[in-house]
């Protein structure tokens, strides 16, 4: 396929089958056009390989943007002897932002050694519902404000390492019960309290001058009654870009969730995602979704549907993201003690903190109550 200028296939970030570049996936992702790819343990072996196959990608496009979604705890992707990171409440537990920043840092050190460009983290998720599984314990609490002192010290330790930290899961997942992966989650609160709760920690990212967010698959029925976040121009332009006036790049979670793929064609998400105002989309999963998210652009771009104007703010956008910095030092042996003590400190005080307020609390349960004279 020849060079477009504005070509839609920039917009799509893409998951790949395997740990090499082989012929077959290397066509696919020449004819898609795609300047991303988004990584997953399926893509990995060895620190030296996934090096090699970051290595791979950048030389298809050496504006390639290689992304990766690693929180720690149970969003772990690199198996050892990459270090096994602690979950966001793990680390909120020690009460220091400091240790949150000096974990994001050893995280992107780590990502930046073997060729990543972007971590699809922090969560900025307040945790509200009691039953949410889907975040749970890759929230770093329960009250906006904790979420924003730890979840943006987490994305600086990230960028300290050279790597793009992108914040989700606007509006916020932390007060769902659904699971967006398999179905459409819908929250009810009043609009009022969304603003105040699960916004808040965007608003502080958005100041804090955060590059990238992630929507969320989520209906928010006093923000938008009918439309999933993802897909909701209302609250992307309306409320994202211009109540809070973020400027960075928009991404969608991934577009084969069930949330959106049970109910709409990969070629009405694409469309709709970019018509609402998401910059770049995530296909995790199967390439020829892909194609034919691809394929649907292209379309409404013929017919008029899709403006050529929205395809062009999404690309001068993204491709301002693409350009890669400094990265930290490149970490030569494996598995990284230095990383390694740090996790055990972060147990140990994450410990400590957990026993202090458990000691707290039984005491003041054992404290007779004062009877009037």
């Known amino acids: 396929m020849s060079e477009r200028k504005n070509d839609p296939g920039e917009l799509l970030m893409v998951g790949i089958p395997g740990p090499t570049l082989d012929s077959g996936t290397r066509r696919q992702l020449e004819a898609l056009g795609t300047r991303g790819v988004i990584l997953f343990r399926r893509n990995f072996r060895t620190p030296a390989q996934v090096r090699r196959l970051c290595s791979a990608l950048h030389d298809l496009r050496p504006d390639m943007l290689i992304g990766i979604d690693h929180e720690g705890g149970r969003v772990n992707r690199p198996p050892p002897p990459f270090t096994t990171f602690p979950p966001a409440a793990r680390v909120a537990a020690t009460g220091s932002a400091p240790l949150a920043a000096a974990v994001g840092r050893a995280i992107g ?21 009691a039953r949410n599984r889907v975040i749970g314990d890759r929230a770093f609490g329960t009250t906006p404000a904790q979420v924003s002192r730890l979840g943006l010290a987490f994305a600086r330790g990230l960028q300290a390492a050279g790597i793009i930290p992108c914040g989700k899961h606007f509006p916020g997942h932390g007060g769902t019960h659904g699971d967006s992966h398999m179905v459409l989650p819908r929250v009810a609160r009043a609009r009022a ?10 608003r502080a990212a958005i100041a804090a001058r955060l590059p990238c967010l992630m929507m969320a ?39 084969e969730m069930g949330a959106l793929s049970r109910r709409l064609s990969p070629e009405e998400i ?32 013929e017919s008029g549907r899709l403006p050529a104007s929205r395809v062009h703010d999404a690309l001068t956008r993204t491709r301002r993201l693409r350009r890669r910095g400094p990265r930290d030092a490149t970490i030569r042996r494996w598995p990284c003690a230095a990383h390694r003590e740090l996790v055990e400190k972060v147990e140990r005080l994450a410990s400590a903190g957990r026993a202090s307020a458990d000691s707290a609390l039984a005491a003041l349960a054992s404290t007779p109550s004062r009877r009037r004279a």
């Open 109 to 129: 050190r780590e990502l930046a050694s073997i060729g990543v460009d972007l971590d699809f983290a922090p969560d900025l998720d307040v945790l509200t519902h």
């Open 193 to 202: 309290d969304v603003m105040r709760a699960e916004v808040a920690p965007f």
């Open 217 to 255: 698959h989520i209906v928010y029925r006093n923000l938008d009654p009918r439309t999933p976040a993802s897909l909701s121009s209302t609250i992307i332009e309306g409320i994202l870009r211009r109540l809070l006036g973020f400027r960075g790049v928009i991404f969608s979670d991934d577009l």
């Open 270 to 301: 694409a469309v709709r995602a970019i018509a609402a105002g998401t910059d770049m989309l995530l296909w995790c999963s199967n390439l020829d979704k892909a194609r034919r998210a691809r394929a649907g652009l292209d379309a409404a771009l």
